[in-house]
Each structure stands twice: as C-alpha cells, then as structure tokens.
C-alpha cells in the first residue's frame, strides 16, 4: 500500500461571496439532504447550481450577485455606519455598522489519487451561526463564532474525473455573542486536511512537563491514534523532540495493532535534558514530531507536529505567580481581536504586529476577552514570548456550551504560552448557588481534559457569596480596585489566590487634551473615567503594593469598535485603549513602558503646539524609569525632580513656543531626552512601513504609517490633512485607519482623514514578485512616496 503522510491545505483563496440571504429549498431531489426553509424563491436548477454539480452537468453558476473574495474575510466592516436612535442594543455595541446574513461558495477539485484517504473541511471560526454544505449534502450546524469545527467529506467528496466539488456556507450573523464589535463571516482560517485511514486524531496530541528542573525536564505525551481501515491494522509509532535547530534531543518508538475502526491512546514518558526553558523573555520552543510508521517501518503514514514549551507554573496566595520557580509579576493587558482596516479579519501579521507592540510596552501577558483566540494568536504567543489567560465565551452548561469549552481545552492545551483557563466574565450569576454549581461541573471538566492549569472565574460581583470563588482556582477581580475590594479580601479570606483580572477601563483618546463632549473625545489626561473604574497609577501601584494580587490585565491594550464609552454616537468605538485601534500609542502606553520596562526612556506630554494659550499655564506630565528628570524649557531649567517609575511626574509650565527637553538622568549622568518642539504648518507626508519586502505570497502585509510634518520634518500634533493612497505593483490596499473613534469613514477605501497627525494603511501582497508602490498626496503639501519588495 502507497500512501502520502497527511497534508494541510490553505483553503482561504477564490471563494465567491453573496451578500443577504439565499433560502434553501427543503428536500430537494437528486439526493441532496437537509434544508432550512421550504421557500420557493430559488428555483430547484438554481439551486443546484449554487450548491450541488450534477455528476452529469458541470452546470456554470451566475455570478453576478457575488464577488471573489480571500479568507479571512469579515463582511461587515465593509458596510455603512447607520445610527438608529439606539433603538437595536446590538447595533450601538457593534459600532453601528450593520450585520446580518451573507453566503460563501468555493469550487475546488480532488486529485483522484487522494481517494481513500480521509479528508476533512477544517474552520477556526465562522461568526456566527454557520449551515455548510458540500456537493449539496447538508454537512451541519454551528451556532458559535469563537470556536473552530471541521466536518468529514471523506465519503461524498468527488475524486478526479468523478467532477468538480462545491462548499456552500450561509452565516447568519443577525444574532450576537457578546456585546462588542464581533464582524460577520468566515473570518479565520479554512483548511483542507488529508491523512491517512491510519492516523493521528484530530487534537491528537497531548504534552505536559510534570517535573521541570535545570538539569532534566519529565516530558509526557499522549497520543491518540484512529484506524479507520475495516481490517485491524499494525505500524510503528515514532514520537521526538526537537530543539530549535531541529535536532533531536529525545525519542521513543512504540509498536501499536489496532482493530478496525476503533481507536488507541498510546502514552510515553522522555528525558529532556539540560532543558531550555520557555518564558516571555526567552520563548524557547521545541517540537514534538509524531509519526506513524508501516508494520516494517518502510513508509511513513501520518506525521503530526506540537508545540513543546518547558516551563514550570504556580499560583500562590501571598506572594502571587511563579515562573520556572522564580516570582514573576503579570503585566497583561485584556483584547478583542479587531482592528483598524480588517475588523476581526486579521491577517497572521496584523496579529504578529499587535503582540510585537505589546510586548516592545513591556507586556508580558494577553488576556483573551472575553472569547477563545484564534491558533494563530496562540502560537504567536508561543513563539514571540506572551503568556496567555484563554477564556471561555460565557457560563452555559448546555451541551453546546460543554463542546464549545472542550473544543477550546482540546485544540489549545498544548501551547506554553497559556498560563489559566477562565470559564466565564461577568456573568450575571456569580455569587449564587445555581452559578456555583454551573462553574464547578464547567472546572472540574477543564481539570479532567487539563489538570496543570489553573481555573479563574473573571468577576465583578458575588466573590463572597453562594461559594462562587470557592467553584475555581483562582479569583479573578474585575476592578477590584473599587473600595480596594481585593484587598479587604484578601484580609477575609487570606487563602484564596487572586489576580486582577480585569483593572483600569480609564477613557482616553489619542492626542487629546481637552474632553470633548460634541466629537465624544476623551481627554489624554484621564479625568473622564467610568464609575466602576480608576485610573492606570491606581491600577498598577495596587499591584506593586499588595503581591498577593498576582499582576494585572489592564482594560485593554488596543481601542476597539463597538461599545462606545463613555459617549455614544458619533463614537462608534471605545477610549479604553492603552493604544488606538491603529496600534499607535496613546500617552497612557509610556506610563506602562516606564512602570514595565528597564530600557531608559522618558516621555513628556501634552505636545507642544499651543499658539492660543501662550503665558497660560500648561500642565506637563512626565514618565520615565530613570533616576531623575529635568525639564527645559527653551533653554531654560524648570528644575529636576526625583523619578517613580510607577507614577507620573506633574509641572505646572506657562506656555512658549519653542522647545521641551526632558532629561533622563541616573547617578546624576544623561542617560536619554524626549524633544518636543512646537511644528508648524503641515508641509510634508511621511511613510514608513513596519517591513520593506514581503513574500509574494497573496497574504503577507505591511503596516504603513503615514505621518504629516512640518518643513523641518516635525510632526504636526493636530493635523487632519485627508490623504489619498494610490498603488502600483503586485499589492493592494487591505484597509485603512486612522484611530479616530467617532470616524465615520470606510476602512476598506483608498482614502483617509490624519488624525492628530496620523493614519494607518495595510498592504497586502499579491501573488508575483516586484515593487509595490504606495503613493499618499493631499491638497497643499507635498506627496510622499514608498517601495515594498515583493519577493
């Protein structure tokens, strides 16, 4: 017997996309099964050429209606905003832009040697309320858009000449998960996978480290292996691990027999010795390879990949997290997956560039708020160095929500990145005794699947009542800073382990110093804060104070759509952001990078540019984490003032153009400045790309900041100039942003207003190598051009 080990196949390009809905006449004939309405609007030939090919007829579809579109695709940002008098809750928490039902379709063949073979439809998520089907046979249903499925078309898949194969998905999107900006689509990955009857189960792999020391490491893997051959089957088992550098360190072969259609679970224990170990500092990843051999061990079967991180946890109560038996604060911050341009259809690099600017803020931690995370996102984190709290959608014990939790646990348990499950947040029921029944069967199924992490339930009521925080492992306060609610308790019930799991919510926008309340700016001091929550000082210095808190989730690293607060419309998303919705830092993101990191810095804010307040008094806040800072003022001295890292510095200065010099200093030495000097009219556009090539690939991007500056290439702090993208070459424009959370402007659009300065646009790479240039031009200053290599 021949056969090819198991493939995994891109399966994001050339789908047809159908904005609205297309019914589905019930029980059609010519076998096709299953239905949702019994409607008469399309035709029984129509429909066939929508979602079956006759074996007979290779029947051509109209496509007038629909138009060509690559995964991951979120249908939804590219609509209208339409604001409705609040009259929909849903329509204000997604951004006020419209959802509803679409449909995707993809013609796609099978090569007539794969017949045999076991091929499966994989989706890591389709928001929401997915029907598939393919060659018209109804596949099935899946209502959440958080957690991947994959259906068996092993059976009515066409091979070679047989014909031509057609998917067929309808997304209702009409109904809603959460109250945030969600998107529409299939908006995450799709992959066709091919394996061998003979083979490794789906999440087949399970790998723990019981025992971590520095001169050895205890490495257990559990492999489950399907035969589903009718006849009983026998082969070679061969698991090992790799280091970096892709040598093996250890391996273990095992003979397995197993009978027709039936399946095995095969465990072994390693050595991993000398181990390196994984940590954010120091991400070191090793690879378990599995593979499944034949009988004599000539031809290999199945091969199978995991991630292997060695790292050793634990939670305590007095004195928080340890890390490979070393303290370690959490310095996290909680994040939806949106972002300008693409709204939840994140490029893998979009996704790259959001942890990179994390992590260059000193974040070490990425809460998953509040729904499971795309792979990417976990192996990402896996790789660049970023512990991970992975959170279950909500508390639902139905059997839907008992598979969307064992999918979460099953697909994820093997990154290193992930440091705790949370089960639920803010559910109404925490702190009653139905709820703490529900969370205990929710945990103690997590602990069954992965007994070495830790539960947390997020909450923000109830942490004392109906034995709710006794149901998990851990606590976890959201804004527990509220009448130092975790720090009472902590008196009250000294064992119990706490985290703030949710802190700060302090509203703010990018560039603005005064509220606004017609526009719904926030100001970048920070004194437009909700009831329920505090400032960023307040936030981590109860950290740094009280250790037993663990570290913190800051509410949230980036602005995200939806959820206007604390105004509504025309805001159409939140303030609560450390950065913008573009990933450009607000002021509140040097505050944590003096707080979290020990590369000298210092930063000085409002900018400088205050021609109608001059003789007024300005107040200047500094951040740094050196020892001192002094503050000149056009060559003057304001005086030096001795440095917390975990506080801001305040000087009351009357107002004169020209130049503001902060100066860090340690043992009385320079150390670094931040100039900020008064700019002047907006002259010039200025590009600079994340990257300067890209693969040729149809999916690699770059993030291209466009800056407006001055003659002297400084940096207009107000400037709002409307900027016009043209590009050449192998590429196109993903999508626009700009930051502005009351913008009502397209992202997917050639065109963009600078706020404060700024704008954001993402190219992407087509297919074939060459320049990529982008071209920014506005009316009355000078245009900008930039080359990207496709390669």
């Not at 390009?13 to 399309?42: N, Y």
């Amino acid at each position: 017997m021949k056969t090819t080990p198991r493939t995994v196949q891109s399966f994001d390009s050339d789908w047809l996309f159908h904005l609205g809905d297309l019914p589905v006449r019930h029980a059609v004939k010519g076998g096709m099964t299953g239905g949702l309405t019994d409607c008469e609007q399309i035709a029984e030939g129509e429909w066939l050429k929508i979602a079956y090919f006759d074996e007979r007829e290779q029947a051509a579809l109209d496509e007038r209606d629909w138009k060509t579109v690559n995964l991951p695709h979120d249908w939804c940002v590219e609509g209208n905003y339409v604001y409705d008098g609040d009259m929909v809750k849903h329509h204000k928490s997604h951004g006020y832009l419209p959802v509803g039902i679409g449909c995707y379709r993809k013609v796609f063949e099978i090569p007539a040697g794969d017949l045999g073979k076991k091929i499966i439809i994989e989706f890591d998520g389709v928001m929401r309320n997915s029907t598939v089907w393919v060659n018209g046979h109804l596949m099935g249903t899946h209502q959440s858009g958080y957690t991947g499925f994959c259906y068996d078309i092993t059976d009515i898949a066409r091979y070679g000449e047989e014909g031509q194969n057609v998917i067929f998905v309808k997304v209702d999107a009409s109904d809603y998960e959460g109250w945030w900006y969600e998107g529409c689509g299939i908006y995450r990955h799709v992959w066709l996978i091919k394996t061998d009857r003979l083979h490794v189960g789906r999440h087949g792999t399970y790998v723990t480290t019981p025992v971590v020391r520095e001169d050895e490491a205890q490495v257990n893997i559990k492999t489950t292996i399907y035969n589903e051959y009718a006849q009983t089957m026998s082969g070679i088992l061969k698991t090992s691990i790799m280091d970096r550098t892709k040598q093996v360190v250890a391996s273990f072969s095992n003979k397995i027999t197993i009978e027709g259609d039936r399946d095995t679970e095969v465990e072994m224990v390693m050595a991993l010795m000398a181990p390196n170990l994984w940590s954010p500092e120091q991400p070191y990843l090793y690879e378990v390879v599995t593979e499944i051999y034949d009988a004599n061990e000539n031809q290999i079967i199945d091969i199978y990949k995991t991630p292997l991180g060695v790292r050793a946890l634990q939670f305590t109560a007095d004195n928080g997290f340890y890390l490979n038996g070393k303290p370690y604060l959490i310095k996290g911050t909680c994040n939806h997956q949106d972002f300008a341009g693409v709204g939840v259809a994140l490029p893998d690099q979009v996704t790259e560039y959001k942890i990179k600017l994390l992590k260059e803020m000193g974040c070490n931690a990425y809460r998953c708020a509040h729904h499971a995370p795309s792979p990417e996102l976990l192996d990402l984190c896996d790789r660049l160095g970023m512990l991970v709290m992975d959170e279950n959608r909500k508390l639902d014990i139905s059997p839907d929500g008992i598979a969307d939790l064992k999918e979460i646990l099953y697909r994820d348990r093997n990154h290193p990145s992930i440091i705790m499950w949370s089960m639920e947040n803010e559910e109404i029921l925490e702190g009653t005794i139905m709820g703490s029944r529900m969370l205990d069967t929710l945990s103690r199924i997590t602990h069954v699947i992965d007994p070495t992490r830790p539960t947390i339930a997020c909450m923000n009521h109830g942490w004392n009542d109906g034995g709710y925080s006794n149901s998990v492992d851990i606590t976890g306060y959201n804004y527990g800073q509220r009448e130092d609610q975790y720090i009472h308790d902590h008196e009250q019930f000294p064992d119990r382990i706490m985290i703030g799991s949710e802190s700060t919510s302090c509203t703010t926008t990018r560039g603005i110093y005064e509220n606004d309340t017609v526009m719904g700016y926030c100001s970048s001091y920070g004194d437009q804060i909700p009831e329920w929550s505090c400032s960023h000082e307040k936030s981590w210095q109860d950290i740094v104070k009280h250790p037993h808190l663990t570290g913190i989730f800051v509410w949230t690293g980036f602005d995200y759509r939806g959820e206007p607060t604390p105004h509504q419309w025309p805001c159409i998303g939140s303030h609560f952001g450390i950065m913008d919705s573009c990933g450009f830092p607000k002021d509140a993101y040097f505050y944590y990078k003096a707080a979290w990191t020990d590369e000298p810095m210092v930063h000085v804010m409002p900018h400088w540019n205050w021609l109608d307040k001059v003789g007024q008094e300005i107040n200047v806040w500094t951040y740094s984490n050196c020892e001192t800072m002094e503050l000149v003022l056009n060559g003057q001295s304001l005086g030096e003032q001795v440095v917390d890292r975990n506080s801001r510095m305040e000087w009351k200065v009357k107002y004169s153009p020209g130049e503001l010099i902060a100066i860090g200093k340690t043992a009385d030495k320079e150390i670094v400045r931040k100039v900020m000097v008064t700019a002047g009219h907006p002259s010039i556009i200025t590009l600079k790309s994340d990257k300067i090539t890209l693969n040729a690939n149809d999916t690699d991007v770059a993030m291209v900041k466009v800056s407006i500056v001055d003659h002297a290439g400084i940096i207009v702090p107000t400037a709002d100039n409307e900027i016009l993208f043209t590009i050449e070459g192998p590429g196109k424009i993903l999508g626009v942003g700009n930051g502005n959370p009351s913008s009502h402007e397209p992202d997917k659009a050639t065109r963009r207003w600078a706020f404060n300065g700024h704008c954001l646009v993402i190219i992407q790479a087509a297919i074939g190598k060459g320049e990529i240039i982008l071209r920014a031009s506005s009316t009355s200053i000078e245009s900008a051009a930039i080359v990207i290599e496709a390669i």
